[in-house]
C-alpha cells in the first residue's frame, strides 16, 4: 500500500506561482500513474493532471494547459505540479492519487488518495 502526501499549497496573488509536491511511502510508485484532482467548495471533484510512471506521457484539464505542468521525479518517489498564472478560480483543495493503469482523467482510475493541500488565489 502506498501513502500519498502533498504539500506547497498556501495562498497567492492572482497571476502568481506555486509548485505542489506528492510524496510517496510505504512502497515506491515508480510503477503508478499519478494524477491531481481538485475540489472547490460547493463542487465536484475534478481532474487537473496525469502522468505515467515514466513521466513521457502527460494529460492535462483544459482549464490548466498551458498554465500547470506536472512532473515526476521516481528517485525521490515524488510528483510535482508546477501551476503558474493562478487565478481565482483556481482556488481548491488540490489531491493526488496514485493508480496502476494509464493515464486517463476518472476519479475511478485511481485507487490511493492523499489528504490534499489548500491553494487559494486571491484577486
Known amino acids: 500500500q502506498v501513502q500519498l502526501v502533498e504539500s506547497g499549497g498556501g495562498l497567492v496573488q492572482a497571476g502568481g506561482s506555486l509548485r505542489l509536491s506528492c510524496a510517496a511511502s510505504?512502497?515506491?510508485?515508480?510503477?503508478?500513474?499519478v494524477a491531481w484532482f481538485r475540489q472547490a467548495p460547493g463542487k465536484e471533484r475534478e481532474f487537473v493532471a496525469a502522468?505515467?510512471?515514466?513521466?513521457?506521457?502527460?494529460f492535462y484539464a483544459g482549464s490548466v494547459k498551458g498554465r500547470f505542468t506536472i512532473s515526476r521525479d521516481n528517485a525521490k518517489n515524488t510528483v510535482y505540479l508546477q501551476m503558474n498564472s493562478l487565478r481565482p478560480e483556481d482556488t481548491a483543495v488540490y489531491y493526488c492519487?496514485?493508480?496502476?493503469?494509464?493515464?486517463?482523467?476518472?476519479?475511478?482510475?485511481?485507487?490511493?488518495w492523499g489528504q490534499g493541500t489548500q491553494v487559494t488565489v486571491s484577486s
Open positions: 492519487a496514485a493508480g496502476p493503469g494509464v493515464v486517463v482523467p476518472a476519479r475511478t482510475a485511481y485507487n490511493y
Open positions: 502522468i505515467n510512471y515514466s513521466g513521457d506521457s502527460t
Open positions: 510505504g512502497r515506491t510508485f515508480s510503477t503508478d500513474t
